[in-house]
């Protein structure tokens, strides 16, 4: 298995500022997964965290809204842009281990927007 | 597409008392793979067990039992004599391998609540 960390833990934050979450892995791994789940709601997948390139987008994420980076097999970052408190939720970063395809997840970052 | 169900958004029982949690997935992918995850309250989303379509044997593992029926496209799970540290929301999962590439899509979510 892998261990995930994620900074921060949980924030409160001023409508239209930006903040950007860490997520961080004990090995390297191919695929990184960035994910949001709104209060009550399920989890949505936002992006795949592709190393050297851009982020693959789902349907009805941007880029300009939810930047990615990925500089390296362990780590990525997510930045929720000009926020509302519409994304106010838990966002949470996942990692995919190839062989046994197994997938794991981080702490997760609550997110509150004011 | 992929597309998982779970019926049940909430199930209530009291201590010791068994509880079955059903999901029925959708998929064109003939090599797939289920999941199960636990939510409690603190937000960390637990592994709970990983089943791939080729393998329809029942699992137990402790007090948790696994149901995969490929023919009717469900993956239940159940926790036998539920204590009240069960109490959580969970979550089945699906992984197409050719049509999501590794990317899981999940179900609406099933919140136990055990009571003493």
């Known amino acids: 298995s892998a261990v995930i960390s994620q900074k921060p833990s949980r924030d409160i934050c001023q409508r239209g500022t930006s903040l950007t979450i860490q997520c961080q892995v004990d090995s390297q791994v191919t695929m990184m997964f960035w994910y949001r789940q709104q209060p009550g709601q399920s989890l949505t997948l936002i992006a795949t965290a592709n190393q050297g390139s851009e982020a693959t987008y789902e349907s009805g994420f941007v880029i300009d809204k939810f930047p990615i980076s990925r500089p390296n097999l362990t780590f990525s970052t997510l930045t929720v842009s000009n926020m509302s408190p519409e994304d106010s939720s838990i966002y949470l970063c996942?990692?995919?281990?190839?062989?046994?395809?197994?997938?794991?997840f981080g702490p997760g970052t609550r997110l509150t927007v004011l | 597409a992929q597309k998982v169900t779970q019926a049940q958004t909430e199930i209530s029982v009291v201590e010791k008392e068994d509880v079955t949690l059903d999901c029925v997935y959708e998929t064109r992918d003939t090599t797939y793979y289920l999941f199960w995850y636990k939510q409690p309250p603190s937000g960390e989303l637990v592994f709970l067990i990983r089943?791939?379509?080729?393998?329809?044997q029942n699992e137990i593992s402790g007090r948790y039992s696994w149901n995969f029926q490929k023919s009717t496209s469900s993956f239940n799970f159940t926790i036998t004599a539920s204590q009240v540290v069960d109490s959580a929301v969970y979550f089945c999962?699906?992984?197409?391998?050719?049509?999501?590439?590794?990317?899981?899509?999940f179900g609406g979510g099933t919140r136990v609540l055990v009571k003493p």
């Open positions: 996942s990692v995919g281990v190839n062989l046994n395809n197994e997938q794991f």
């Open positions: 089943r791939n379509s080729f393998d329809e």
């Open positions: 999962a699906l992984n197409g391998i050719k049509a999501a590439g590794n990317k899981l899509t």
